[in-house]
């Protein structure tokens, strides 16, 4: 099946620093979700992209769909501590299965 | 308000006994699918509906069985658990697949 790279595995930052994470595939995707997930809840959406190059904001958050429709990133500014938690990249080709990447693990010192 | 709930959120049972876990959306979507998370692993997909009474494979439907009699309700039913399928599982729900809601998890534990 379809293989979702994401990295890093794991970040340990201080309050107000930027972040960055990034998702590669070895096969294209239609559409690019960046999910998070707090202890003991389910991912919450956080940013949907639908086209190839597009760019999308949602406050402090901001991801972009790789032109090569293989890749996207997720950079979060000025980080604080509720940003605490695991992010999670997903892929999708059709309308149905989600491919997810393994997660990265976000620390954030006061 | 607008979600997917999820039965039992912890259960702790043992090889053999069969069990289902229910999944409930209020939303009117089409879509819902099953998911298993383990460390290490992300989520990987079980199970999914496209809408009532169709049902597909994800990628690690081994050992679950689904149903989809109603466009509310997807539950999971593990015929004969086994330790492997200790794991935390989310179910999910949506338009036509897209943007999906996950419901709070349930915690299993097969000894």
């Known amino acids: 099946g379809q293989q979702l790279n994401q990295s890093p595995q794991s970040m340990f930052i201080q309050e107000g620093e930027d972040v960055s994470m990034n998702c590669t595939s070895s096969?294209?995707?239609?559409?690019w979700l960046w999910y998070k997930q707090d202890p003991g809840e389910g991912p919450v959406l956080l940013i949907a992209?639908?086209?190839?190059?597009e760019l999308t904001s949602n406050g402090r958050l901001t991801a972009q769909f790789g032109i090569t429709r293989k890749d996207s990133f997720l950079n979060i500014s000025a980080s604080i501590p509720s940003d605490v938690g695991i992010y999670f990249c997903?892929?999708?080709?059709?309308?149905?299965?989600?491919?997810f990447g393994e997660g990265t693990q976000l620390t954030v010192n006061p | 308000e607008a979600q997917v709930t999820q039965n039992p959120r912890y259960l702790i049972t043992v090889t053999g006994k069969k069990l289902t876990v229910t999944c409930s959306q209020n939303?009117?979507?089409?879509?819902m699918s099953w998911y298993r998370q383990d460390p290490g692993l992300g989520l990987r997909q079980i199970y999914y509906?496209?809408?009532?009474?169709?049902?597909d494979k994800g990628d690690v439907p081994e050992g679950y069985k689904v149903s989809r009699k109603e466009k509310r309700n997807f539950p999971l039913i593990l015929e004969s658990p086994s330790p492997n399928q200790t794991s935390l599982y989310f179910c999910?729900?949506?338009?036509?697949?897209?943007?999906?809601?996950f419901g709070p998890g349930t915690r299993l534990t097969v000894l």
């Open positions: 999910a729900s949506s338009i036509q697949g897209y943007e999906q809601f």
């Open positions: 096969s294209i995707f239609n559409t």
């Open positions: 992209l639908y086209k190839a190059g």
């Open positions: 997903a892929g999708q080709l059709g309308g149905s299965r989600l491919t």
């Open positions: 939303m009117n979507h089409e879509y």
């Open positions: 509906s496209m809408n009532v009474e169709v049902t």
